[in-house]
């Protein structure tokens, strides 16, 4: 198959012949080859949209015969990363056997069950409703993809016509359906009745291509989007202004992140109150000409039409009706807006609901947006966890380039509401939900450690995020912080952290922070106080200096840490955790240490004060008191270790052993061991628990509050 590969300018051709030429023979390899470089380019499919396919002749394991098997991405999953596993490969023939069996429309979703008797490779993934789309086409390769220019002319009213248009016959169109195992047999019937065509438009959905090689169906599917965006290119402007023109200039973009950061705690507080929701915000360009345009209510009043972008961002987003520089300082008067905005969009989704529920249909979930809309500033998207809110905007994007081109060369139509709500409360989406695993104790939460590039606060910090939260690594150090990023950015991903450099005795860098933690994940909920310093002197070597910095850091850093943490969760108002680490020094007297253990018995009663104020606003704070913990810290690498060996008459190196050895348990304090603190106290067993004082020492009597 011969092609000008420099004749695509709407998406990337990646095929490597090369590296397919090593895959020769091997239809599955190439299959996950294909998917992986088509799912590379965001403007050919969106995260977890679509699906691909092969088939192949492989050798029965129980009769030793060839038999034909399909191999097509399973249930859930990414093309983009697609792997082996995350195919389900099912005998053709029993899949053919399914159409004798079929009852009708009506009880189509009885056969995605029958699909498990089909099941060729017992590793493989569970099938998907969009198994028969592929089953029943007679083709070894296919793409069924979910490309913006391509749901553009699927989703415009005069898409048919257009499909004619632009593709001579050669892309057949089949009107609105939902997947499922009809949709498979349609397809079927709409390739038998136009023989020689070398793909299907779906109407308000997307797209299938084939071919009878990896790299024909590859190059099919290039060549089709490739043409819709060139269509769309060509006839923006045509029509008039997009989206009706601009209604209004979006503000600097600075200013754009600084409003979105004071406004997002407000948005998380009211989007969690069903369950905590973790923030995405974006104020990319082209949501910025949607959002400032005459056409953004009427167009994003109509909903999405592809499912996949329908599934991810709700029946239609929140527009906020609030001048972008809007003065945010009256916390009572802003809040009185957004609450009243919430209101009337929670009745609305409430009698969407009532007005299309079935008598089967799974009862009513979270009535509040998944997508708000704030003209001039920007879009937030709030879910479970931030992939999902990061996807969501991604997918609410796609929808706006859906718009785009569909105005642009016709009208933009969307789902009727009643084929929306089929899809949002399809029983076999609301099975898939109930299948999903059981959330992590700190899923949904954001945590902000203090000093986490290392020692204790980087092993909470990763304690936390295998626990299920977002965190905000952070480190006056800035060389430290960049290897904590890397290091971080390997084991977990950019969707479970940021970071920031702070000076804890600085409220500038501390305002930065929570300004950095709002944008990325819109609010906190753990706030950690680990940054610490040791100085060990005798009262009469203790310099003035010394003195201030124990107590900027100690006492003044953990006030203004919490301060300033505590004005976002109480926009919030959904609660949260402080924790303080302290020292069992706030409670031990010991030589050589009035500075270090004053300061230390500053914070631990500052902690008190504080559970004391702030229980009105469910906001817990509570100590953990270690001792010791010398791995991976700063403050055992210079002279406070000296000074503990000149005060206890020990070498250095024996001072691990030396502080194990007069424990109670004798047994070295590690990281680890505070983090294990530390979640206990947020981890949800403790939710009723404030104002207490946990010591993870090893046992040191001396040190017992009680």
Same mark, same amino acid.
């Given at each position: 198959m011969?092609?000008d590969?420099?004749?695509?300018?709407?998406?990337?051709?990646?095929?490597?012949?090369?590296?397919?030429?090593e895959?020769?023979?091997?239809?599955?390899?190439?299959l996950l080859?294909?998917?992986?470089?088509?799912?590379?380019?965001?403007?050919?499919?969106?995260?977890?949209?679509?699906?691909?396919?092969c088939?192949t002749?492989?050798?029965d394991?129980?009769?030793?015969?060839?038999?034909?098997?399909m191999w097509?991405?399973?249930?859930?999953g990414?093309?983009?990363?697609?792997?082996?596993?995350g195919?389900?490969?099912?005998?053709?023939?029993?899949l053919?056997?399914l159409?004798?069996?079929?009852?009708?429309?009506?009880?189509?979703?009885e056969?995605?069950?029958?699909?498990?008797?089909?099941?060729?490779?017992?590793?493989?993934?569970?099938?998907?409703i969009?198994?028969?789309?592929?089953?029943?086409?007679?083709?070894?390769?296919?793409?069924h993809?979910?490309?913006?220019?391509?749901?553009?002319?699927?989703a415009?009213?005069?898409?048919?016509?257009?499909?004619?248009?632009?593709?001579?016959?050669?892309?057949?169109?089949l009107?609105w359906?939902?997947?499922?195992?009809?949709?498979?047999?349609?397809?079927?019937?709409?390739?038998?009745?136009?023989?020689?065509?070398?793909?299907?438009?779906l109407?308000?959905?997307?797209?299938f291509?084939?071919?009878?090689?990896?790299?024909?169906?590859y190059?099919?599917?290039?060549?089709?989007?490739d043409t819709?965006?060139k269509?769309?290119?060509?006839?923006?402007?045509?029509k008039g202004?997009?989206?009706?023109?601009?209604?209004l200039?979006?503000?600097?973009?600075?200013?754009?992140?600084s409003q979105a950061?004071?406004?997002?705690?407000?948005?998380?507080?009211l989007?969690?109150?069903?369950a905590?929701?973790?923030?995405?915000?974006?104020d990319?360009e082209r949501?910025?000409?949607?959002?400032n345009?005459?056409d953004?209510?009427?167009l994003?009043?109509?909903?999405?039409?592809?499912?996949d972008?329908?599934?991810?961002?709700k029946i239609?987003?929140?527009?906020?009706e609030i001048?972008?520089?809007?003065?945010l300082?009256?916390a009572?008067?802003?809040?009185?807006?957004?609450v009243?905005?919430?209101?009337?969009?929670?009745?609305?989704?409430t009698e969407y609901?009532?007005?299309?529920?079935?008598?089967?249909s799974?009862?009513?979930?979270?009535?509040?947006?998944?997508?708000i809309?704030w003209?001039?500033?920007?879009?937030?998207?709030f879910?479970k966890?931030?992939?999902?809110?990061?996807?969501?905007?991604?997918?609410?994007?796609?929808?706006?380039?859906?718009m785009?081109?569909?105005e642009?060369?016709?009208?933009?139509?969307?789902?009727p509401?009643?084929?929306?709500f089929?899809?949002?409360?399809?029983?076999?989406e609301?099975?898939?939900?109930?299948?999903?695993?059981?959330?992590?104790?700190l899923?949904?939460?954001?945590a902000?450690?203090t000093?986490?590039?290392?020692?204790?606060g980087?092993?909470?910090?990763?304690?936390?995020?295998?626990?299920?939260?977002?965190v905000?690594?952070?480190?006056?150090?800035?060389?430290?912080l960049?290897?904590?990023? =890397?290091?971080?950015e @390997? #084991? !977990?991903?950019?969707?479970?952290y940021?970071?920031?450099? %702070? *000076?804890v005795?600085?409220? =500038?860098?501390?305002? @930065? #922070? !929570?300004?950095?933690?709002c944008l990325?994940?819109?609010? %906190? *909920?753990?706030?950690?106080?680990?940054?610490g310093?040791?100085?060990?002197?005798?009262?009469?070597?203790?310099?003035?200096?010394?003195?201030?910095?124990?107590?900027?850091i100690l006492?003044?850093?953990?006030?203004?840490?919490?301060?300033?943490?505590?004005e976002?969760m109480q926009k919030?108002?959904?609660?949260g955790?402080i924790?303080?680490i302290?020292?069992?020094?706030?409670?031990?007297s010991g030589p050589?240490?009035?500075?270090?253990g004053s300061?230390?018995?500053?914070?631990?009663?500052?902690?008190?004060?504080?559970?004391a104020?702030?229980?009105k606003?469910k906001?817990?704070v509570?100590v953990?008191?270690?001792?010791?913990?010398?791995?991976?810290s700063?403050?055992?690498a210079g002279?406070?270790?000296?000074g503990r060996?000149?005060?206890?008459?020990?070498?250095?190196?024996?001072l691990?052993?030396?502080?194990?050895?007069?424990?109670?348990?004798?047994?070295?304090i590690?990281?680890e061991?505070?983090?294990?603190?530390?979640?206990?106290?947020v981890?949800?067993d403790?939710?009723?628990?404030?104002?207490?004082?946990?010591?993870?020492?090893g046992?040191l009597?001396?040190g017992f509050?009680r």
């Amino acid at each position: 198959m011969q092609v000008d590969v420099n004749s695509f300018k709407h998406v990337k051709y990646l095929w490597d012949e090369k590296k397919a030429a090593e895959l020769e023979g091997d239809e599955v390899a190439l299959l996950l080859y294909r998917s992986n470089i088509l799912g590379a380019d965001l403007r050919i499919t969106n995260y977890g949209g679509g699906n691909t396919s092969c088939k192949t002749i492989e050798k029965d394991p129980l009769t030793g015969k060839d038999t034909k098997v399909m191999w097509v991405k399973g249930s859930g999953g990414d093309i983009g990363t697609l792997k082996k596993s995350g195919l389900a490969a099912l005998y053709m023939d029993r899949l053919n056997s399914l159409k004798d069996i079929y009852r009708g429309l009506e009880f189509e979703d009885e056969m995605v069950e029958k699909y498990n008797y089909c099941i060729f490779d017992l590793a493989s993934k569970a099938p998907s409703i969009d198994t028969s789309l592929h089953a029943f086409l007679p083709f070894n390769h296919i793409d069924h993809l979910h490309p913006d220019a391509a749901i553009a002319i699927a989703a415009a009213k005069d898409g048919e016509q257009i499909t004619k248009e632009i593709f001579g016959g050669k892309v057949a169109w089949l009107p609105w359906q939902r997947p499922g195992f009809d949709l498979g047999l349609q397809l079927s019937k709409c390739q038998e009745e136009n023989p020689g065509i070398t793909g299907i438009m779906l109407g308000s959905h997307g797209l299938f291509t084939w071919g009878d090689t990896a790299y024909e169906s590859y190059v099919n599917s290039l060549t089709a989007i490739d043409t819709c965006a060139k269509y769309l290119e060509e006839n923006y402007g045509k029509k008039g202004p997009i989206f009706g023109g601009a209604k209004l200039e979006s503000i600097p973009a600075e200013d754009r992140k600084s409003q979105a950061a004071k406004i997002a705690p407000v948005l998380r507080g009211l989007c969690s109150s069903d369950a905590n929701m973790i923030g995405h915000f974006t104020d990319d360009e082209r949501v910025l000409e949607f959002a400032n345009s005459n056409d953004v209510e009427r167009l994003s009043a109509m909903g999405t039409s592809c499912p996949d972008h329908f599934l991810r961002t709700k029946i239609k987003p929140l527009v906020l009706e609030i001048p972008a520089n809007e003065d945010l300082s009256d916390a009572e008067g802003l809040k009185a807006k957004m609450v009243s905005a919430f209101e009337e969009y929670r009745a609305y989704y409430t009698e969407y609901y009532e007005n299309h529920k079935h008598a089967n249909s799974p009862a009513i979930r979270d009535r509040n947006p998944v997508v708000i809309i704030w003209p001039g500033v920007g879009m937030f998207t709030f879910a479970k966890n931030k992939q999902t809110a990061r996807v969501s905007s991604e997918f609410y994007i796609n929808a706006i380039n859906v718009m785009k081109g569909s105005e642009a060369i016709s009208e933009y139509t969307s789902l009727p509401l009643q084929e929306a709500f089929n899809i949002e409360y399809w029983l076999l989406e609301e099975a898939k939900l109930q299948r999903m695993p059981k959330e992590k104790p700190l899923s949904r939460r954001i945590a902000l450690i203090t000093g986490s590039a290392g020692g204790i606060g980087k092993a909470i910090a990763k304690k936390f995020i295998a626990e299920g939260a977002c965190v905000v690594i952070n480190d006056n150090d800035p060389e430290r912080l960049e290897e904590a990023k =890397a290091e971080f950015e @390997e #084991a !977990y991903g950019a969707d479970a952290y940021t970071s920031a450099v %702070v *000076d804890v005795t600085s409220a =500038a860098t501390i305002e @930065e #922070a !929570y300004k950095t933690t709002c944008l990325k994940f819109g609010g %906190v *909920d753990l706030i950690v106080n680990c940054a610490g310093i040791s100085i060990s002197r005798s009262l009469t070597d203790h310099t003035e200096k010394e003195w201030d910095a124990l107590y900027d850091i100690l006492v003044k850093g953990q006030f203004l840490v919490s301060q300033k943490g505590v004005e976002i969760m109480q926009k919030q108002e959904i609660g949260g955790d402080i924790v303080n680490i302290v020292s069992k020094n706030a409670l031990v007297s010991g030589p050589n240490n009035a500075g270090y253990g004053s300061a230390k018995a500053a914070q631990l009663h500052m902690s008190r004060l504080l559970a004391a104020e702030l229980g009105k606003d469910k906001i817990r704070v509570n100590v953990l008191n270690p001792d010791a913990v010398i791995a991976d810290s700063k403050i055992w690498a210079g002279a406070w270790a000296e000074g503990r060996s000149k005060a206890y008459g020990v070498p250095v190196e024996d001072l691990p052993k030396f502080y194990a050895s007069r424990t109670l348990l004798n047994e070295i304090i590690l990281p680890e061991d505070i983090a294990n603190g530390v979640f206990t106290f947020v981890g949800g067993d403790l939710s009723k628990s404030t104002g207490n004082v946990l010591n993870v020492d090893g046992g040191l009597a001396a040190g017992f509050v009680r």
